[in-house]
Every structure is written in C-alpha cells, then in structure tokens.
C-alpha cells in the first residue's frame, strides 16, 4: 500500500449504529487530519492530530470521536448520526501539522438512513 | 474569518488553456496549493507556491501569484477531457483554508 488509504470506502448506517472509519497512511508523516466534504460546502476541517497528540477540534459534536493511537493510523468513531451527516470523509497527512502540503485519501462516502 | 474564493465553474475545449482563478484574504499565507478531485475519489496536491514566489510552472500546469491583490491562478495548457475534475484552492498559514472548489468541464 503506498499513499494513504481508506476503509471502507462506502458506508450505509442507521441513526442508531455505531461505526468506524479507518484511515492509514504510509507516508512517515506526523501529522493527520479528518475532513468533511459535503455536497456545495467547502472542505470543513474536524480534527488534526500531531504526534498523536489532538491539536484541532472544529466544534465537531460529540457523536463524531477521533482517535489516533500511532501516527501512522486515526479512526472517526461515529454513533448516533443524523442525516446531515452524510458526507464524504476524507483524511489527509502532513509531515508536519497545518504548515506543509497535505495528502488526502480517497475518501469515505457515508450514507446516514 | 479568513476566505478563499473560487468560482464554481469553469467549461473550456479540449485543446484550449484553463485557466482557474482563486483569490484568498490572509495576508500571512506562507504556501498557495491547487489541488485536484476526480468523482469519487480524494484530492490530488497538484502544485504548490511559496508565497515569495510569483510563478510556477510544472509541464502543462502554471501557477501565477500576485500577492499584492492576493490573487492566485492556474493555468492548465492544452487541456484534455482527462482533466475534467474539481479544482481547489488553499492557503496555509496557520491552518489550511479551502476553496469550494471550480469544477473544470473540457467539451471535445
């Protein structure tokens, strides 16, 4: 795997599942982030994360949690969504946090029912 | 806030130039970045520009900076239905600021 990736990339779930987006990069970076992207919005910045260390939260509500346990990997833990969270999520890495160029990955297209 | 500004839409024929227009309001913007998204897939960093620099070129891609009318552009030479896609603009200073995005249609 080179760059960074995804999974899964399509997403279906209920407002009352519980799930996980996973995103892995392999780039020796150190910084990671998750973006929403939705239909005629610009790109919203939610989280960055440096040295595993949460640097950015942009008043994200509670149902979305990131967590990064390596700098290689970060997760959204989503529970209890609304339909105004469907979305396309995207995560991205730096080698440093905000100041360098970033490299997304292909996305996660999530459907809220 | 700060902002970045792009229009939406941009229709060109394969074989002309593009060019894509963005303007931002930071004025502490250090790097200028365009970046490229195919349907359903991420953003692809295409170019990026040190705020000290006025142009950039990359074989078909030419960025121009005037950062006195905080004004950045890409041009995109012989343009191909390949390149059809969303364009972004960003800034960085502190935090990267987006664009909406000016999705290019090439007719052949």
């Known amino acids: 795997e080179t760059g960074v990736t995804q999974t899964p990339r399509h997403l279906v779930m209920g407002m009352t599942n519980k799930k996980s987006l996973k995103c892995e990069q392999h780039?020796?970076?150190?910084?990671m982030y998750w973006y929403k992207q939705s239909a005629k919005k610009p790109l919203e910045l939610m989280f960055v994360y440096s040295l595993e260390e949460r640097v950015e939260n942009n008043s994200v509500p509670s149902r979305f949690s990131p967590e990064c346990p390596n700098s290689s990997h970060l997760f959204l833990h989503l529970h209890t969504l609304q339909p105004e969270d469907s979305a396309l999520y995207l995560c991205a890495s730096s080698q440093a946090a905000r100041v360098s160029e970033q490299y997304f990955g292909p996305g996660t297209r999530l459907t809220v029912t | 806030g700060e902002d970045v500004e792009q229009s939406l839409f941009l229709s060109v024929r394969e074989g002309d130039s593009s060019v894509i227009n963005c303007t931002y309001t930071d004025s502490s913007s250090t790097y200028l970045y365009w970046y490229k998204q195919e349907p359903g897939a991420g953003l692809q960093l295409l170019t990026y520009i040190f705020s000290n620099m006025d142009m950039k070129q990359d074989q078909r891609l030419t960025v121009l900076l005037n950062k006195k009318d905080k004004h950045l552009s890409l041009r995109i030479a012989d343009t191909q239905t390949g390149d059809s896609a969303i364009y972004f603009c960003?800034?960085?200073?502190?935090?990267?600021?987006f664009g909406a995005g000016t999705r290019l249609t090439v007719k052949p």
């Open positions: 960003a800034e960085s200073s502190v935090d990267m600021r």
């Open positions: 780039l020796g970076h150190n910084a």
